[in-house]
């Protein structure tokens, strides 16, 4: 019987050039799916322990006053806030005139101010950048207020087309407000 369609041939060389693409782009779309998935389970991870709102078991909502976290949860909400580029939720964490003092010595008034420097700076140099901190020492610590300090680590600032990073110290001056630690004056030194 005679057609009107060419014959398909293909090589070996094309099928399995082919077949492993195919391959690949499946490897991806798992990769893809189970990063996706990861990453909601650990939202629900972090938001379940480091700031629970309701007992596990009962699923009665706690009581603030008796689950207060230490004072240095502030430095680790920061960190988490940076790390997710979420300006808003750093600023969250001052008192509403806070002061945060930067490297150079410059500071910078009350959260809306904060989060505006902090966006800028996020927007630039500070683009891709990750933080990380230890806390060295929680001193006078008191019912109404507590002094943190400890180092920490910028990692991937671009400047000039060259990535570096950047260590130093920090404290944190913070009081308690609304069952809450919220930081009053923030100092970042080299």
Do not use: C
């Not at 094309?14 to 779309?29: G, K, M, R, Y």
């Amino acid at each position: 019987m005679l057609t009107d369609r060419p014959e398909f041939t293909a090589s070996r060389e094309s099928l399995v050039a082919f077949l492993s693409s195919v391959a690949i782009l499946v490897l991806f779309a798992f990769f893809f799916m189970y990063q996706i998935h990861s990453t909601r389970i650990e939202r629900v991870v972090e938001t379940e322990t480091d700031f629970p709102d309701a007992n596990p078991r009962t699923g009665k909502d706690i009581d603030p006053a008796t689950t207060l976290l230490p004072p240095e949860s502030a430095g680790k909400e920061l960190v988490h806030a940076w790390n997710h580029n979420d300006t808003k939720s750093i600023a969250g964490l001052f008192v509403y005139d806070g002061v945060l003092v930067i490297p150079t010595g410059s500071e910078i008034h009350s959260r809306d101010e904060i989060q505006k420097t902090i966006s800028d700076q996020r927007g630039g140099i500070l683009k891709e950048t990750t933080l990380a901190n230890t806390v060295d020492e929680v001193s006078n610590p008191t019912a109404d207020s507590a002094i943190v300090r400890g180092q920490y680590r910028i990692e991937g600032i671009k400047f000039l087309g060259f990535e570096t990073s950047a260590t130093g110290s920090y404290v944190l001056r913070q009081i308690k407000r609304d069952s809450r630690w919220l930081i009053s004056k923030a100092e970042v030194i080299r």
